[in-house]
């Protein structure tokens, strides 16, 4: 057995990765990414016959998917509940959170995660997620103090964690501001790509997710029917909230990460970056990056892979950048109280 096996032994089975949400699943050859809401109309939905998703629906990324067999809730049906301007409370608009545990996934989502994995004398981020889906996180100085922070609610939602941020106290993770001449402060909504991996945890967030150093971490859901590392994958970033004198939330920014690893021994890896609001879709930023790739455990459903420069982990449905500093582990000896 390799190294890069040994390493990943806990991701080798099949068996360890938990079901989809039982109200539409994430089939392999369709996009998770964009059968579960993520597209521009505002946590809406188009409804068929007997409350089904229309048969096809055309993404905002081209990429066309089977509905789902439950439609999120029109902002019509979603109702009131908080005053706006309470602390810490979304304002009416936003779809009520969803409960936490009633996923396997979310359950494996439990304790304190950390990233770089040896924080021991180095600035690091310490993510904590309670039993009941409330979050804590905390970036730290080597010398353990507190440089920013954020809490609210977390669940998952498809691919996305979808966070119902109430204290957003760090560098924004979108520089709105320049871009749009707002700078929205929360509560408000993001979700964020994610891919767990027996005890480690790859997000696919903007660049200033973490202010220590521009966020280079990567996950990815699959898109296609391939097998091991090969195949076409991506993840999508987004940030909801209220604008300015409106009563319901709009798409703001939606950031998308594509990865294409074909036969060939040229990876592709891309960006993109769409201001949706105040009069999107603009364009706002287009990157991409070709290099080598060796899969590092060839024959294996899921094992790693160095793609760019960059050791990875990936299995039948997920791959992320597994490097101690670009994704979070769990359960690491924390050197902060």
């Known amino acids: 057995m390799s190294r890069h096996l040994v ?12 079901p989809p949400k039982g109200d539409g699943e994430v089939l392999l050859g369709s996009s998770g990414i964009d059968a579960f809401g993520s597209d521009e109309a505002p946590y809406t939905t188009s409804m068929g016959p007997a409350g089904t998703t229309g048969a096809v629906e055309e ?9 789902s067999t439950s439609g999120s809730p029109s902002i019509a049906d979603l109702g009131g509940g908080t005053e706006v301007g309470e602390p810490g409370v979304l304002p009416p608009g936003y779809p009520t959170d969803q409960p936490f545990g009633d996923d396997v996934r979310e359950l494996d989502l439990i304790g304190r995660w950390l990233m770089p994995w040896t924080p021991e004398g180095q600035a690091h981020v310490e993510l904590r997620v309670a039993d009941d889906g409330g979050f804590e996180w905390i970036e730290r100085a080597a010398d353990c103090s507190e440089t920013g922070s954020a809490t609210g609610n977390l669940w998952v939602e498809g691919t996305q964690l979808a966070l119902s941020v109430a204290v957003w106290d760090k560098v924004a993770p979108w520089d709105t501001m320049a871009a749009t001449g707002v700078e929205f402060e929360p509560p408000y909504r993001m979700r964020i790509g994610y891919t767990p991996m027996g005890g480690y945890l790859g997000l696919a967030g903007p660049r200033d997710l973490i202010a220590m150093a521009a966020w280079e971490g990567r996950a990815y859901s699959r898109l296609d029917v391939s097998a091991g590392v090969n195949g076409v994958w991506a993840a999508e970033s987004e940030l909801w909230a209220t604008p300015p004198g409106e009563q319901v939330p709009a798409l703001v920014v939606r950031d998308r990460f594509d990865a294409t690893v074909p036969q060939t021994s040229v990876a592709v890896l891309a960006h993109s970056r769409s201001w949706w609001w105040p009069e999107g879709p603009v364009a706002a930023q287009d990157e991409q990056s070709n290099g080598p790739w060796t899969d590092d455990t ?10 760019l420069g960059v050791l990875h982990a990936y299995d039948g449905v997920g791959l992320l950048s597994f490097v101690g500093d670009r994704s979070f582990k769990l359960g690491v000896p924390s050197p902060c109280p």
Do not use: D, F, Q
Request: charged share 5%; hydrophobic share 40%; aromatic share 0%.
């Open 7 to 18: 390493l990943l032994c806990s991701l080798g089975a099949s068996a360890c990765i938990p």
């Open 59 to 67: 993404s905002t990324s081209g990429v066309t998917t089977e509905g």
């Open 298 to 307: 060839p024959g294996n459903l899921a094992g790693a892979a160095t793609i």
